[in-house]
């Protein structure tokens, strides 16, 4: 079947997009294999080389709300073009770099390419017909997750029996692949809104933004009652504030915080925040577990490859699934998606105090735990739409995909600090203990209950995207 508004096929537009939305998470995890190796590789500090990471977090949570807003302004297909330059570019560089400096300002711009999932998701609803919409969504949701759980094992393969460059050339080509794609198989989108970006607003909330995570990603490093800690996380709400103030009064605000503040998109950003949480603690608890020596009596002695081998089928899993949650949301609304990801996520977790003990068993976990967030990841961008106006659509979702970066930044920052203080002595090193990973995961099975408890809050009959009610508008060529 062809979609008669665009004249290309329906499915060839989603496969466009969910390839394009894997290659970008793949990008955020493509180091952390490597993240043992860098100092040595760079010729830098274990604490210097942390920032590889930091640059891409920071880089994709300022850069997100404002592609996503220009997205709403100028057409979503040709910021999807625009965001994946920086994205290129950023994966030259790194795969040149031999030192610190280049290395974080290649990760930077890779950072900016996270831009692509959240208009991806809101080009869908312009360009594909009411019933193609909802599992489509939900596949291009789901492939942050994807991509995620699918780069550990490639990187960990290509780090062991290749050189770390291989890594970033190959996502280069990724990255030109996706750019060839989108520009001649995805046909234009309207900009759907008459205006102007806010640049205060933009600036305000990058400010802000950076403080908060940046606080929190880099307390543990810095000391979390340091005056640097301290400092960034006291500014955080009061540059915040100020910024909802100036977007409250402006009357083409980066955000509109009036539509952000109707129950259903406030509840659903809240429950989008403890599901990235939920979601990047066992991704973080595993990974340690498959690797520690067995001599430390819980570690399973598995290589870095073998590791990633063991937690690839989650990302499949998510892929599988999405389509079932797009029907479960079709007939019985999203808010019950939500809800139901959200606890099948809290039995995964629920699992390890029986299962954390062997490699099938965190296979399992892994598995379960990836199945409630494709459920979960699917349904967010249904409720954040179906309230949502049209002209905001890319700015909203952009907005949601902030959130979860805001909660895997916490989740990273609340479990390494468990994992810090609940150790053990082997041999010359200190290591976590067992008790520790399983505080861990059962914070993580808090987390998602959380989830589960603030998605009950959502209105009873969850609204449907207005493209399920109307057909896409017409693609206007820029």
Not at 209 to 216: E, I, K, Q
Not at 217 to 233: I, N, P, R, V, Y
Not at 317 to 339: C, E, N, Q
């Amino acid at each position: 079947m062809e979609d008669s508004t665009t004249g290309t096929r329906p499915h060839g537009i989603v496969i466009v997009m969910a390839v394009a939305g894997i290659v970008a998470s793949l990008t955020q995890t493509l180091v952390v294999p490597l993240i043992g190796e860098l100092p040595r590789l760079l010729g830098t500090s274990a604490s210097n080389a942390s920032w590889v990471l930091t640059a891409t977090l920071l880089a994709g949570a300022v850069t997100t709300p404002v592609v996503g807003r220009l997205g709403d302004l100028y057409g979503k297909r040709r910021m999807m073009l625009v965001c994946s330059v920086p994205l290129i570019v950023g994966c030259v560089i790194c795969a040149l770099s031999g030192s610190l400096a280049p290395m974080i300002v290649g990760r930077g711009l890779q950072g900016m390419g996270m831009g692509l999932i959240p208009l991806g998701i809101s080009a869908l609803r312009d360009l594909l017909p009411p019933e193609r919409l909802g599992p489509s969504i939900a596949l291009m949701s789901s492939s942050m997750g994807i991509g995620g759980a699918l780069g550990m094992p490639l990187a960990a393969g290509v780090a062991e029996y290749a050189s770390w460059r291989v890594l970033f050339w190959g996502t280069a080509a990724l990255s030109v692949l996706v750019t060839v794609l989108i520009g001649t198989l995805v046909p234009p989108t309207p900009a759907r809104t008459p205006g102007r970006l806010d640049v205060v607003g933009a600036l305000g909330l990058g400010a802000g933004l950076v403080c908060l995570l940046l606080g929190v990603s880099k307390g543990a490093d810095w000391g979390w009652t340091s005056g640097t800690t301290l400092g960034l996380l006291g500014a955080a709400p009061v540059v915040l504030l100020a910024w909802g103030w100036w977007e409250l009064r402006n009357d083409d605000p980066l955000v509109d915080l009036r539509v952000t503040a109707r129950r259903q998109v406030l509840l659903t950003n809240l429950a989008s925040i403890v599901v990235g949480f939920a979601m990047y603690a066992q991704a973080l608890i595993i990974m340690q577990v498959l690797q520690l020596p067995k001599a430390t009596g819980h570690g399973l002695g598995q290589s870095m490859l073998a590791a990633g081998l063991w937690m690839a089928p989650s990302g499949l899993m998510m892929m599988l699934v999405s389509p079932v949650g797009a029907r479960l949301s079709a007939v019985r609304g999203p808010k019950v998606t939500l809800i139901t990801g959200s606890l099948i996520m809290a039995l995964g977790y629920g699992s390890s105090m029986v299962l954390l003990g062997s490699p099938w068993g965190m296979l399992v976990i892994t598995c379960v735990c990836s199945i409630g967030i494709g459920f979960a990841y699917g349904s967010m961008p249904a409720l954040i739409m179906g309230v949502v106006p049209r002209s905001e659509t890319a700015a909203a979702n952009s907005f949601n995909t902030l959130m979860r970066s805001i909660g895997t930044t916490t989740s990273a920052a609340v479990i390494g600090l468990v994992l810090s203080q609940m150790t053990i002595r082997f041999g010359p090193a200190v290591v976590p203990s067992e008790g520790g990973f399983r505080v861990g995961m059962l914070i993580g099975c808090g987390a998602a209950l959380s989830a589960a408890a603030i998605t009950l809050a959502l209105p009873r009959r969850a609204e449907q995207p207005e493209a399920h009610a109307e057909a896409p508008a017409p693609a206007a060529r820029h």
